[in-house]
């Protein structure tokens, strides 16, 4: 059984950093995409940032330039550090993982609040 678990979430102040950690156990193998969502209360999850197996990357345009996705396959772990952080970045951030053989897993969700 596959899972993916979050670590790193927590309470930060406007302007400071955090890095959150996503860290696969279990039979996964041949993972493609890595991403992280959030979802902020009474809306919709969105896609915040990916990276590829190759390592393109992606970002939503509310956070380009401030936080950086990034990889460690051989720990099956993807990272999201998070810098300049503004109270609109409020939300429970989920990791994600895709595979080449089309299984896609999801993280239980952390949460990151800050602070004006």
């Known amino acids: 059984q596959v899972q993916l678990v979050e670590s790193g979430g927590g309470l930060v102040q406007a302007g400071g950093s955090l890095r959150l950690s996503c860290a696969a156990s279990?039979?996964?193998?041949?993972?493609?995409?890595m991403a992280w969502y959030r979802q902020a209360p009474g809306k919709q999850r969105e896609l915040v940032a990916r990276?590829?197996?190759?390592?393109?990357?992606n970002y939503v345009d509310s956070v380009k330039g401030r936080f950086t996705i990034s990889r460690d396959n051989a720990k099956n772990t993807v990272y999201l550090q998070m810098n300049s952080v503004k109270p609109e970045d409020t939300a429970v951030y989920y990791c994600?993982?895709?595979?080449?053989?089309?299984?896609?897993?999801w993280g239980q969700g952390t949460q990151v609040t800050v602070s004006s």
């Open positions: 994600n993982m895709f595979t080449w053989q089309r299984h896609n897993y």
């Open positions: 279990g039979s996964i193998f041949s993972i493609n995409d």
């Open positions: 990276i590829t197996s190759g390592g393109r990357t």
